[in-house]
């Protein structure tokens, strides 16, 4: 079974720029997470998306934005990147079966804005 | 005030032993409370979860909350070298909506 997959893994932005991040979920995961990581934030929840909709949104500016399609994979932007915009960018993809939950985080997306 | 709480450590303790990692919650309205794991330059990994007072355990972890002081625990029985990572305990707040706290870095030496 294919694990969540973020692409790219690795990128380096300049200051101004704007990027796109994309995420595919596990088969059968309809919501997927998008979270940052700094090491003075810690993770921070950026948004939800479930069946193309975003249910829920955390404290970001509208410079942070995302969609999802329908085939679940979903994709974040940032548009006028700064320098603190600099994190690691990770994606989860759940659903909740039979009673059970699942979740499973990607390995993320390491973003550089110089 | 933090919405979740969590002692960043580092901790490091012997092979074997029992390590406690806990975090305090300030939302009295919270229900459902997450432990991952994450090893370095990976994505956290979802150990537990719980959503009602007293203990659940899996194998050598066992997740405790207690509603009434507002803290979550996480133990780990029989620690091994490869428990060595960092542990974060996050509560739900709303649909998908995770607060985590700021992760404890574990050190489990040989």
């Known amino acids: 079974k294919a694990g969540v997959t973020q692409t790219p893994r690795y990128l380096i932005k300049t200051r101004g720029q704007q990027v796109t991040l994309s995420c595919s979920p596990i088969?059968?995961?309809?919501?997927v997470s998008w979270y940052q990581q700094t090491p003075g934030q810690g993770l921070q929840f950026l948004f939800e998306y479930f069946s193309e909709t975003q249910r829920n949104k955390g404290n970001f500016p509208g410079r942070f934005s995302g969609r999802q399609f329908s085939n679940s994979r979903s994709e974040m932007n940032v548009s006028t990147l700064e320098l603190g915009d600099s994190a690691l960018y990770l994606c989860a993809s759940s659903r909740l079966t039979q009673g059970r939950y699942e979740q499973y985080f990607g390995p993320g997306t390491r973003l550089t804005v110089t | 005030q933090k919405e979740v709480e969590q002692d960043p450590g580092p901790l490091s303790v012997p092979e074997g032993a029992i390590v406690s990692l806990n975090c305090t919650y300030s939302n009295s309205a919270f229900q459902y409370f997450m432990w991952y794991r994450q090893y370095s330059r990976k994505g956290p990994e979802l150990l537990m979860y719980t959503y009602s007072s007293g203990n659940k355990e899996d194998g050598r972890f066992t997740a405790q909350v207690d509603k009434s002081s507002k803290y979550i625990s996480l133990f780990i029985r029989d620690s091994q070298p490869s428990d060595s990572a960092t542990y974060l305990c996050?509560?739900?707040?709303?649909?998908?909506?995770?607060?985590f706290g700021q992760g404890t870095r574990l050190t489990i030496n040989p």
């Open positions: 088969s059968g995961h309809r919501s």
């Open positions: 996050a509560i739900v707040q709303g649909a998908q909506k995770l607060v």
